[in-house]
């Protein structure tokens, strides 16, 4: 077997304070993989550690601890020179095109700007062939190649900065909230290309966003993360059919949902403030706030166990529940309520 494109092992990401010794804790031990032509959704609240994450991966931010494999080779430690050489394989798609695109520069120098520096051997005439099949396949017009990032919209900004981003045919794309910023109609546009961009050419993608319908929409699994960790690891299908974690279903009982025939999950709610960032709790970051919440919550973190299929959840209740022989899988997909009347039985009894 092949190894992933990408290895995320027990990354941890912290920023110092000014004047002070204390830290914020961005991202806590992160550990996921993904797959070629695989589209891996990593969601939560903003402030969770989404985008810490993708930096980190890119070296755009360098890591405090933890192991990044890219194709199987530890680029954790590397310098930067060595790093240089993954640059074209490994790309970037920001949230906000207009302020990631150079404004003095048309669109075709900015879809130029990577062959220049990363395929030399294009003369210009090839790199004008390069530029014009780049803009074809993000579905751009030729005359747009000579418009400047402000006398365009939203969309086709960002076709520009995705046509860049995959002009050195890289094998994982780190898409930053790609369409936060566009208009509904644009929005639906660029996911279109990009699951089409994907089918083509087998890119990886790690799809960073709030917007879970989106998530669920463009993703083979998703990872949701609270308060710089993962809490929960799934396919599509099981995160937003059978979620496990109080946060997971809490979070995407909040969805609002444009298709009424589309299975979901009772209200769910969670109560109390986010703890700090720079003062975590000793044990379950949720306990705080948890319905569920037992004693040792409170003492020690939940390790992230798996529940088969390759859905893995960090929660201690859960973990009971198996340890009792009592966690019914199948229950759960058919029935959110079969796990809340388990929570019910089990107060009475224990």
């Given at each position: 077997?092949?190894?992933?494109?990408?290895?995320?092992?027990?990354?941890?990401?912290?920023?110092?304070?000014?004047?002070?010794?204390?830290?914020?804790?961005?991202?806590?031990?992160?550990?996921?993989?993904?797959?070629?032509?695989?589209?891996?959704?990593?969601?939560?609240?903003?402030?969770?550690?989404?985008?810490?994450?993708?930096?980190?991966?890119?070296?755009?931010?360098?890591?405090?601890?933890?192991?990044?494999?890219?194709?199987?080779?530890?680029?954790?430690?590397?310098?930067?020179?060595?790093?240089?050489?993954?640059?074209?394989?490994?790309?970037?798609?920001?949230?906000?095109?207009?302020?990631?695109?150079?404004?003095?520069?048309?669109?075709?120098?900015?879809?130029?700007?990577?062959?220049?520096?990363?395929?030399k051997d294009l003369d210009?005439?090839?790199r004008h062939r390069r530029?014009?099949?780049?803009?074809?396949?993000?579905?751009?017009?030729?005359?747009?190649?000579?418009?400047?990032?402000?006398?365009?919209?939203?969309?086709?900004?960002?076709?520009?900065?995705?046509?860049?981003?995959?002009?050195?045919?890289?094998?994982?794309?780190?898409?930053?909230?790609?369409?936060?910023?566009?208009?509904?109609?644009?929005?639906?546009?660029?996911?279109?290309?990009?699951i089409e961009l994907q089918?083509?050419?087998?890119?990886?993608?790690?799809?960073?966003?709030?917007?879970?319908?989106?998530?669920?929409?463009?993703?083979?699994?998703?990872?949701?993360?609270?308060?710089?960790?993962?809490?929960?690891?799934?396919?599509?299908?099981?995160?937003?059919?059978?979620?496990?974690?109080?946060?997971?279903?809490?979070?995407?009982?909040?969805?609002?949902?444009?298709?009424?025939?589309?299975?979901?999950?009772?209200?769910?709610?969670?109560?109390?403030?986010?703890?700090?960032?720079?003062?975590?709790?000793?044990?379950?970051?949720?306990?705080?706030?948890?319905?569920?919440?037992?004693?040792?919550?409170?003492?020690?973190?939940?390790?992230?166990?798996?529940?088969?299929?390759?859905?893995?959840?960090?929660?201690?209740?859960?973990?009971?529940?198996?340890?009792?022989?009592?966690?019914?899988?199948?229950?759960?997909?058919?029935?959110?309520?079969?796990?809340?009347?388990?929570?019910?039985?089990?107060?009475?009894?224990?």
């Open positions: 077997m092949t190894a992933p494109v990408l290895e995320v092992k027990d990354l941890v990401k912290h920023f110092p304070l000014k004047h002070s010794r204390a830290v914020v804790h961005a991202v806590t031990g992160v550990s996921f993989g993904i797959e070629r032509g695989e589209t891996l959704g990593l969601v939560g609240e903003s402030g969770s550690g989404k985008t810490t994450v993708g930096r980190c991966i890119l070296r755009l931010i360098e890591p405090t601890d933890g192991t990044l494999l890219f194709k199987g080779e530890d680029i954790t430690h590397i310098s930067q020179e060595e790093f240089r050489r993954h640059r074209p394989k490994m790309q970037m798609v920001f949230q906000d095109p207009y302020d990631s695109l150079d404004p003095r520069q048309n669109a075709s120098d900015i879809v130029a700007e990577p062959l220049l520096l990363w395929q210009n005439a090839g530029v014009q099949e780049l803009a074809e396949t993000v579905k751009m017009r030729y005359e747009q190649l000579e418009q400047y990032p402000h006398q365009m919209s939203g969309g086709e900004q960002q076709r520009v900065g995705i046509a860049k981003a995959i002009a050195t045919e890289p094998d994982l794309l780190v898409l930053d909230e790609p369409t936060s910023s566009l208009d509904p109609s644009a929005h639906a546009e660029i996911i279109r290309l990009l089918q083509e050419f087998g890119f990886s993608y790690l799809f960073i966003s709030h917007d879970l319908m989106t998530v669920r929409h463009i993703s083979h699994r998703v990872a949701i993360m609270y308060l710089s960790q993962l809490i929960e690891v799934g396919t599509t299908q099981q995160i937003f059919e059978a979620p496990q974690h109080p946060y997971s279903r809490s979070l995407l009982s909040s969805v609002l949902y444009p298709d009424p025939k589309l299975k979901r999950p009772r209200t769910y709610t969670l109560s109390g403030e986010i703890p700090s960032p720079i003062d975590l709790p000793k044990g379950c970051y949720l306990y705080s706030r948890c319905p569920m919440a037992e004693p040792r919550c409170q003492q020690s973190a939940p390790p992230m166990i798996g529940l088969g299929d390759g859905h893995r959840v960090a929660c201690f209740r859960v973990t009971r529940l198996n340890e009792l022989g009592e966690y019914d899988y199948a229950v759960t997909v058919a029935s959110w309520s079969g796990m809340d009347r388990e929570l019910a039985r089990e107060s009475t009894t224990i």
